[in-house]
């Protein structure tokens, strides 16, 4: 797949359905706790609130099934499952550690085309700087991973990822500004993500992990603690980060 596949590809997956779209909001909803785990949502009640018919309903509540956010049971219908703040920094943590992997391997050999995307992709988030709004930034920064994980050139990488993206509900936590909400986030955020592309071209696969990774775990961190006030909960983030972030030396040693 050439840079340009990924640019078409991202603007296939800009248009959303009906469907799509009752299942943004309604997921928004149960992750921010306005929506309590073991709640039931009739199908009647939902088409009347989001003002559609029931078979765009009955189609998000499946897209919600497959993103583990509801549970079907026969006969009894559709359920609000259980969602903790820990099971949201395990997927960051997930999603983490595939994109340093992605971008270790693309320090050691780098894809051009992809260098050339990831280029521009830096060059977005500096026009965003200042005056970008929160969500937008968010979204190219997430187009600037994925353009990373594609310059990987491990295919199996990139499909673990997408599949994160859509069969969970990490699409759904950014339905609400989480990070980037001032033009001090954005700097850093853009900074290290120039430091990953720099870090890419001159094939140096430690210190693309070293900016990544920091980008990375701010951006789990911030939003971690956004979602936390939402939810009216609590997580301690720096204990969660050290159990499950880090690789512990004796694994290091066996692997070398």
């Not at 359905?17 to 997921?27: C, F, K, P, R, Y």
């Not at 980037?180 to 700097?187: C, G, M, V």
């Not at 890419?200 to 900016?211: G, K, N, Q, T």
Request: charged residues 30%; proline residues 4%; aromatic residues 4%.
């Amino acid at each position: 797949m050439s840079a340009g596949d990924d640019e078409a590809t991202e603007r296939t997956f800009a248009a959303r359905t009906i469907s799509d779209q009752v299942a943004e909001e309604l997921g928004a909803e149960i992750v921010a706790g306005r929506r309590k785990a073991g709640e039931r949502l009739v199908e009647l009640d939902l088409a009347r609130d989001f003002g559609v018919s029931r078979g765009p309903i009955r189609e998000a509540i499946r897209i919600l099934e497959r993103r583990r956010l509801i549970e079907l049971l026969p006969r009894r219908g559709a359920y609000v499952r259980p969602l903790s703040l820990k099971s949201i920094a395990d997927l960051f943590n997930v999603r983490m550690a595939l994109s340093l992997l992605a971008a270790r391997a693309m320090a050691t050999s780098p894809v051009e085309s992809y260098v050339e995307t990831l280029a521009r992709r830096c060059a977005e988030l500096e026009a965003m700087v200042e005056t970008g709004d929160p969500m937008a930034f968010a979204r190219v920064t997430t187009r600037a991973v994925k353009t990373v994980a594609r310059g990987s050139g491990n295919e199996l990488l990139v499909e673990l990822l997408t599949d994160l993206a859509n069969q969970t509900v990490w699409t759904t936590i950014w339905q609400n500004p989480l990070d980037y909400q001032t033009r001090d986030l954005r700097r850093l955020a853009t900074d290290l993500m120039t430091s990953t592309l720099e870090a890419i071209r001159r094939r140096d696969p430690d210190a693309a992990v070293a900016s990544l990774g920091r980008l990375l775990e701010e951006d789990r961190d911030r939003a971690q603690e956004t979602l936390s006030q939402m939810r009216g909960e609590s997580l301690n983030l720096r204990a969660l980060s050290q159990s499950e972030t880090r690789t512990p030396p004796e694994t290091v040693a066996r692997a070398s």
